[in-house]
T-cell receptor
Framework: EPEVTQTPSHQVTQMGQEVILRCVPI?????FYWYRQILGQKVEFLVS????????KSEIFDDQFSVERPDGSNFTLKIRSTKLEDSAMYFC?????????????FGPGTRLTVL | AQTVTQSQPEMSVQEAETVTLSCTYD???????LFWYKQPPSRQMILVIR??????QNATENRFSVNFQKAAKSFSLKISDSQLGDTAMYFC?????????????????FGTGTRLKVLA
């Protein structure tokens, strides 16, 4: 069964460094999402992406964040200058379509630790 | 703003027993969907069950069923005949319908999760 994959599973970085989190969505899916979960807190929506542009972003998704689909298979989340509070589990998801009955399939997550 | 609350950070249940995970939510909307997702250790979140708010009948999927109380804004998950493979983090999630017919995102609002351990 096709799955969403994410790499790396754990990323450790120094504050101020740039990180790129990678996701490979399910191949026939058209909508892509990033969520994050700070330890002990809720899973929060960051951004959705469709047709090579951002559909919606949350207030968390500030200018330090960007997303792109560089090669038609990968979907990346870049944090330009990491802060301590960016430490979290980041989940990528994808869906076939936009509607609620199009289930979002999640990856296993990347744990980002900012020192 | 919509919120989802899961008040039980951890629970345990003996194999073959029944366990209920609680979830409450807050919204002023009338049209929405509710979900339970399961995340086994080091694995993806997978959808367990979904409930449309306009349906009065509680959703069931094999050993998983929900108790949806719309007026109380409560959405609990019952797992019957618990199995060792049910050990996981369980997330309750809410999804509002976007305002626009062709714009906006169907995005989840999650709770903090309940870690369930099934004991042999």
């Amino acid at each position: 069964e096709p799955e969403v994959t994410q790499t790396p599973s754990h990323q450790v970085t120094q504050m101020g460094q740039e990180v790129i989190l990678r996701c490979v969505p399910i191949s026939n899916h058209l909508y892509f999402y990033w969520y994050r979960q700070i330890l002990g807190q809720k899973v929060e929506f960051l951004v959705s992406f469709y047709n090579n542009e951002i559909s919606e972003k949350s207030e968390i998704f500030d200018d330090q964040f960007s997303v792109e689909r560089p090669d038609g298979s990968n979907f990346t989340l870049k944090i330009r200058s990491t802060k301590l509070e960016d430490s979290a589990m980041y989940f990528c998801a994808s869906s076939v379509g936009r509607a609620v009955y199009n289930e979002q399939f999640f990856g296993p997550g990347t744990r980002l630790t900012v020192l | 703003a919509q919120t989802v609350t899961q008040s039980q950070p951890e629970m345990s249940v003996q194999e073959a027993e029944t366990v209920t995970l609680s979830c409450t939510y807050d919204t002023s909307e009338n049209n929405y969907y509710l979900f339970w997702y399961k995340q086994p250790p080091s694995r993806q979140m997978i959808l367990v069950i979904r409930q449309e708010a306009y349906k009065q009948q509680n959703a069931t999927e094999n050993r998983f069923s929900v108790n949806f109380q719309k007026a109380a804004k409560s959405f609990s998950l019952k797992i019957s005949d618990s199995q060792l493979g049910d050990t996981a983090m369980y997330f309750c999630a809410f999804m509002n319908l976007p305002r626009g017919a062709t714009s906006g995102t169907y995005k989840y609002i999650f709770g903090t999760g309940t870690r369930l351990k099934v004991l042999a």
